[in-house]
């Protein structure tokens, strides 16, 4: 698995330090660097956390505008980067329990994950749709635990140790965890709706 | 855990290219013989893959432009909310100062305040965005600090809606014809700035508790449940 969103260490170290520095400009331009680095995993994480597109952008601007803010008091006690998703993570969480709140359920507005594929066929297509809204659909019965494990897993190039320090958990809880995170959607999935 | 719990588990580490060679070849043997576990298999590759697929995709389908704006509108927001305070001390410096005749004395008296109250404001949006940081990793962790923001929220602006109508009626007994204002004061511009600023109050008051307020109560009613 590759690991394209781990930013290396110096690199890192740079971005904080423009991101505390004086410059206003500078500033600037490390946190969008932030953005360009952390945009498509983030946004990842935020779908399956909220299930619904529209709601995963919200969550992803949130997410940005908490590290905005909360960045030049970050003093390094984890990697940036597990800093980054433990922040998104909560921000998503927090923007789905304001949907709850108001609420429709996903029975009543189709989840808008599933994205056409240009190259696929209308068959294929319709299939993939209909694929993606039933696993939208079990993840939602799903603790929130769960459904950040498997969300997490789910993000390309985040490897099993930062899923786990992302959720301040043990290596070997995070197994344990999926596993049974998988067999409840497993469950979810086979349950007649 | 059963035998076939433990290969579950191997079964997910595989699935995330963590698991060690030697028990590859264990669990690939016990694959062959167990149905329980190659459907597991199956279905968890499956899963995995229209999630994996899922997130790809919508990544690709949503304009990071667009996310970036909005980033950057809400930033706006929040200086705009700054803004919003320094510009009422602003106004109320140059409104006192127009009506004590002396615009030196309105500002040593006002600026200090909005010093406060601005420096408030920024230590609170910071403390809030640490609390978020620090909160614990669940749901209900993030629910009960959503509680806990809204029910300081809503106590800090019940004090207000108490105290404002008062500010405002004092305000307005100073605006009467026969207040007792210093003879160095522009009393005309005074009453003006008293009934002015005694209107303010009141419609703010009103706008707390009849809009601000109630929906926040039902917010919080809706956390309940």
Request: aromatic letters at 6%; charged letters at 25%; hydrophobic letters at 50%.
């Amino acid at each position: 698995m590759s690991a394209a969103y781990q930013l290396p260490a110096e690199r890192e170290a740079a971005l904080l330090a423009a991101i505390r520095g004086p410059s206003h400009s500078e500033r600037q331009a490390a946190f969008q660097s932030l953005f360009e680095a952390f945009h498509r995993p983030l946004l990842s994480l935020c779908t399956h956390l909220t299930a619904d597109r529209a709601e995963a952008e919200d969550a992803l601007q949130e997410t940005f505008l908490a590290l905005h803010k909360a960045l030049p008091g970050f003093r390094g006690e984890a990697q940036l980067s597990t800093w980054v998703y433990r922040i998104a993570l909560r921000t998503a969480l927090q923007v789905r329990a304001r949907r709850s709140r108001n609420t429709t359920s996903l029975d009543a507005q189709s989840p808008a994950l599933a994205v056409p594929d240009e190259g696929a066929g209308p068959d294929r297509l319709a299939a993939a749709r209909q694929e993606s809204e039933r696993l939208a659909r079990a993840m939602e019965t799903l603790s929130a635990e769960h459904r950040a494990v498997l969300s997490l897993f789910a993000v390309e190039g985040l490897s099993h140790a930062e899923v786990a320090a992302t959720l301040g958990i043990p290596l070997g809880t995070v197994w344990s965890r999926l596993h049974l995170a998988r067999k409840k959607l497993l469950a979810a999935l086979d349950a007649p709706r | 855990m059963d035998a076939c719990d433990r290969f579950e588990l191997a079964i997910e580490m595989r699935l995330h290219d963590a698991l060690p060679p030697d028990e590859g070849a264990e669990l690939d043997a016990h694959l062959a013989t167990c149905e329980r576990c190659s459907r597991f298999e199956r279905r968890s590759l499956e899963t995995q893959r229209v999630l994996t697929d899922t997130s790809g995709a919508v990544a690709s389908a949503v304009d990071p432009g667009r996310v970036w704006a909005g980033v950057e509108r809400l930033a706006r927001e929040d200086k705009a909310r700054i803004g919003r305070v320094a510009f009422l001390q602003v106004v109320l410096v140059l409104g006192a100062g127009f009506a004590m005749g002396n615009y030196l004395v309105a500002a040593a008296a006002i600026l200090p305040v909005s010093v406060i109250v601005l420096s408030l404001l920024v230590w609170r949006s910071r403390a809030q965005a640490r609390e978020l940081a620090l909160v614990g990793r669940s749901q209900e962790d993030v629910l009960a600090l959503y509680r806990r923001i809204l029910d300081r929220r809503i106590a800090r602006l019940s004090r207000m809606c108490r105290v404002l109508p008062v500010i405002a009626i004092m305000e307005l007994t100073l605006a009467r014809p026969g207040a007792p204002w210093p003879k160095s004061l522009h009393r005309e511009g005074m009453m003006v700035f008293a009934v002015v600023l005694s209107l303010f109050l009141a419609g703010q008051a009103v706008y707390l508790g009849r809009k601000v307020l109630p929906a926040l109560r039902r917010e919080r009613e809706a956390l309940k449940s």
